[in-house]
């Protein structure tokens, strides 16, 4: 089973040259370019090109490069896609995808610019409209030239789009949450959780990771490198966790075991099904090993 981890994905503004020679250095599993909301609307171009030549350059070793573009509905989009196309980074990050047919029409103009095939998609959720669309959005996944790889929760526009309130335990935002990550699961794709703004507040973010992590997100996007660690601890499985994983794969893999369904583990019952569970832990714990 091959597996890439994405536990940290930070945020880093398109218009800071520091920032992005910094996210060379980092410990998260991604990067994201952004050229949308954390640039002004007169630094555009210049980001433009810098995230391009950063992008180019290299030099991001193992971290997974997205850049985040304007939104279909801006007088920066075309500029920004044609530009991430030519860059060629892992994805490209859509911002306020509420329905199907914006990653189609991504998905067209990418093969007009005979784009490689290896770059990506990913959509952000982040309207109400696409929280209803989110089965047919997700379902994209099945058709080659959408690329689509995995969705981004923007918990931010929707409380904005919402007026719901951004509490702690996110008790108004849970239904939305579960609903996106179910979707994902349908279609095969990975899903991130969205930002936590506190940057001050350590417990509170611990406590929104450890959510994130119950709720069946692959990882968590970030908006400080500060976040970076705690977030990677809270999404990487423990060692008594690997143990346990090693251990049901391998009772179900003794020869007295191979077509039962259910086996007996120090007391335990455990289905086949915690088995298929249990590969996908140990592939994630040496994923993150060999980084």
């Known amino acids: 089973m091959t597996v890439r981890p994405r536990r940290s994905v930070l945020y880093m503004p398109g218009s800071n040259a520091r920032a992005l020679e910094k996210a060379k250095t980092l410990p998260a599993d991604g990067i994201i370019l952004d050229l949308e909301d954390s640039v002004a609307p007169d630094t555009k171009d210049a980001a433009r090109r810098q995230v391009v030549d950063a992008v180019k350059a290299g030099g991001f070793g193992a971290r997974e490069v997205?850049?985040?573009?304007?939104?279909?509905?801006?007088?920066?989009?075309?500029?920004?896609?044609s530009a991430a196309a030519h860059a060629a980074p892992a994805a490209?990050?859509?911002?306020?995808?509420s329905n199907p047919e914006t990653l189609e029409l991504i998905g067209r103009r990418l093969l007009d610019m005979h784009s490689d095939h290896k770059i990506r998609i990913w959509a952000m959720i982040e309207t109400p409209l696409a929280i209803f669309n989110i089965l047919s959005i997700a379902a994209e996944a099945k058709d080659s030239e959408s690329r689509l790889a995995g969705v981004v929760m923007g918990t931010n526009d929707l409380a904005k789009d919402t007026r719901a309130r951004l509490v702690p335990g996110r008790a108004p935002m849970l239904g939305w949450l579960s609903t996106c990550v179910a979707a994902a699961r349908i279609y095969g794709i990975d899903i991130l959780d969205g930002v936590y703004n506190d940057i001050g507040n350590s417990d509170g973010f611990d406590m929104e990771c450890r959510q994130g992590v119950e709720l069946g997100f692959d990882g968590k996007t970030l908006i400080h490198p500060n976040q970076i660690a705690p977030c990677n601890?809270?999404?990487?499985?423990?060692p008594d966790?690997?143990?346990?994983?090693?251990?049901?794969i391998a009772a179900f893999d003794l020869p007295e075991n191979k077509s039962k369904g259910v086996v007996s583990i120090d007391g335990r019952m455990v289905e086949r099904l915690h088995a298929d569970m249990a590969r996908r832990t140990v592939a994630i714990a040496e994923a993150i090993a060999e980084r």
């Open 233 to 238: 601890t809270a999404f990487s499985p423990s």
């Open 66 to 81: 997205f850049i985040r573009v304007n939104g279909v509905d801006t007088p920066w989009h075309a500029d920004d896609l």
């Open 241 to 248: 966790e690997v143990a346990l994983a090693r251990k049901m």
């Open 92 to 97: 490209i990050l859509v911002p306020k995808v």
